[in-house]
């Protein structure tokens, strides 16, 4: 859409809009926000930035289209835009907030050399998760937008600005890295996998 063929939305539309047509998606996208993320700040952040954009721009949104899709692209630009920011970045670590937390009292050495223990019984939903994390986040998101969200090619097409067809083998491809991730573990349950049989 051109500036030009923009429509002009005054402040009591902007506010039905924005009210009526972006806020019922809010769950949905911190939800992805947060299957993207892997933190609740961070998850928070990026769903208020959307919200913010969303409304900056709410001239360029179009009536009657799909709300959501328009959302999710925008809260998945950001999270690109913020990854890529990240990724340029050493990491940082404050090391006086860690030496502070090993030198108080409330230190428990016990519980802190096995991380995984306290998590057994979420084991499933931790392996899913870290094979999921695992994957590059253009493979991540498709699986997110498609198996988790429920969005279809097309929308998936719109909202990540591909082809179709970009979409479909991205996809296909993101669910067989998943699928090799996992293979593994599922041997460990006792499961019979393709490469069993």
Do not use: C
């Not at 939305?9 to 769950?27: A, L």
């Not at 498609?146 to 669910?175: C, N, W």
């Amino acid at each position: 859409m051109s500036e030009s063929q923009r429509r002009k939305y005054t402040q009591e539309e902007k506010n039905r809009i924005f009210d009526g047509e972006f806020m019922p998606h809010i769950d949905s996208m911190y939800n992805f926000a947060y299957r993207l993320t892997f933190d609740e700040d961070d998850a928070k952040d990026l769903v208020q930035d959307t919200y913010l954009k969303a409304y900056r721009f709410i001239n360029s949104f179009e009536q009657g289209t799909n709300a959501k899709a328009w959302l999710f692209r925008i809260l998945k630009n950001s999270f690109i835009n913020e990854y890529r920011k990240k990724s340029k970045q050493p990491a940082k670590v404050d090391y006086q907030e860690v030496e502070t937390y090993y030198n108080s009292d409330d230190v428990d050495f016990q519980g802190t050399t096995d991380l995984r223990a306290e998590s057994v019984k979420d084991m499933l939903g931790d392996e899913i998760s870290n094979a999921l994390n695992a994957l590059a986040v253009d493979f991540r998101t498709v699986i997110i937008l498609a198996d988790l969200e429920g969005f279809t090619y097309e929308e998936m097409a719109k909202i990540l600005d591909i082809p179709i067809g970009t979409v479909r083998s991205r996809l296909h491809r993101a669910r067989n890295l998943l699928k090799d991730k996992l293979r593994g573990y599922a041997q460990s349950m006792g499961y019979k996998t393709d490469e069993e049989e």
